[in-house]
């Protein structure tokens, strides 16, 4: 379950780097809303400061990111009733909140929290219950799958998934000039 996340996780980072400039102006986030974080936990908190996290694993792309979930926390939001929590840190630093559900039922309750306290964000595909937000400290991303039935709501920090990409673009063009 761990690296099908992390799978999807990376396809997300890679669909959210592309479609940030398109939906640009359009998928803001409500006025006084953008997420600086994720249930107290700030962007960039260092997860040496935290207490009550249990380590979940580790990437299996990046050894840099590893992902926690927090012993206390309510698996419920609004009336939804959330299967998992997870945070994420990169070289330590908290940079993504993932949290997923089970059914329609949840999942709706989920999308009507989110909209409540973001606004509607963009629908990406009008067959599909897929929905972006962006904003300058985080951008968002809630789907569900009606296959597996499946909610995800995953909401990133802005400023770490950049250095995140410059650091990746920094490694590729320094491979491609020096690797061949």
Known sequence: MFIKKLFYFALMMLFL??????????????PGS????????????DIATLNNME??????????TK??????DIMELGAAKLNSISYAF????????????TGEVDY???KNVCF???????????????????????KMSLKYNEISKIGNLTIFSTDITNRMTSLQDRKNKEGATKGF
């Open 108 to 110: 709706h309750n989920l």
């Open 55 to 64: 380590f979940i694993g580790t990437d299996p792309d990046d050894p840099n």
């Open 90 to 101: 990169w070289n330590g630093k908290f940079f993504v909140a993932t949290v997923l559900t």
């Open 116 to 138: 409540e306290k973001f606004g509607k964000g963009v629908q990406t595909n009008q067959f599909m219950e897929d929905y972006i937000w962006f904003g300058d400290k985080a």
């Open 34 to 45: 953008e997420p600086d974080g994720f249930r107290g936990i700030k962007w960039g908190t």
């Open 17 to 30: 780097a592309i479609a940030s400039d398109s939906y640009a102006g359009v998928a803001d986030f409500k």
């Open 67 to 72: 992902s926690y979930k927090r012993k206390s």
